[in-house]
């Protein structure tokens, strides 16, 4: 089946510094990938949706200035927290499909980021 | 736009019990229709998934769905619980299958009894 990995599976960083997640499709290209965060006990909220080589769409409310999305390729992903808050701890979760997987999302495992 | 909600967030049963999880959906047009699970500090699995197919629907583990249009709901069953089962569900809607936006529920949280 169709595997995704996140790097890290955990992190803790300091308030002010910026956290980078990797999100790779290891055994098929992903068109397009999603990025979610999840509040503890609560539902997954859409952050953005990313295409390969073309900028990340980022659902309302959402600070792309604050939630770096790159989709440099077929396979990965990156999700950059830029200068990093308590408020931003939070676990986040991407999904990758690709252009037959239309009744499907394949996800990840979760990065689970603390801020100090 | 398309919403969906899943009444209550705790269901508790005993090992061998039935198990009924309940989700209704809001959409403008013929939904596709999911149910993942979440185990602790994972990502999601897929259970099963309505495509305008049979509007019964099995999926991994026991677990099955009935899409009722009148309705507007996709409950999920398990004839027999087991203590493996104990997780977190999530329904989920999308407009043009899940390639695109998924719209998530808050989830209910299952827990299972010996």
């Known amino acids: 089946g169709a595997v995704v990995s996140q790097h890290p599976s955990r992190v803790i960083c300091k308030s002010g510094t910026s956290v980078k997640i990797e999100c790779r499709s290891l055994d098929f290209q992903a068109t397009t990938m999603f990025w979610y965060r999840q509040f503890p006990k609560q539902s997954l909220m859409l952050m953005a949706t990313s295409n390969e080589g073309s900028k990340a769409t980022y659902e309302q409310g959402v600070e792309k200035d604050k939630f770096l999305i790159n989709h440099a390729s077929l396979t990965l992903s990156t999700l950059t927290v830029t200068s990093a808050h308590p408020e931003d701890s939070s676990f986040y979760i991407c999904s990758a499909v690709t252009r037959d997987s239309y009744n499907e999302q394949f996800f990840g495992p979760g990065t689970r980021l603390t801020v100090l | 736009a398309q919403s969906v909600t899943q009444l209550g967030s705790h269901v508790s049963v005993s090992e061998g019990a039935l198990v009924l999880l309940r989700c209704n959906y809001s959409?403008?047009?013929?939904?596709?229709l999911f149910w993942y699970v979440q185990y602790p500090n994972q990502g999601l699995q897929l259970l099963l998934k309505?495509?305008?197919?049979?509007?019964l629907v099995k999926g991994i583990n026991g677990f099955e769905a009935e899409f009722k249009k009148s309705e507007t709901s996709f409950h999920l069953t398990k004839p027999s619980a087991h203590m493996s089962d104990a997780a977190e569900y999530f329904c989920?809607?999308?407009?043009?299958?899940?390639?695109?936006?998924?719209?998530f529920g808050k989830g209910i949280t299952l827990s299972v009894r010996p």
């Open positions: 959409s403008s047009v013929p939904p596709y």
């Open positions: 309505y495509t305008s197919a049979a509007t």
């Open positions: 989920a809607v999308s407009l043009t299958g899940a390639n695109s936006k998924l719209t």
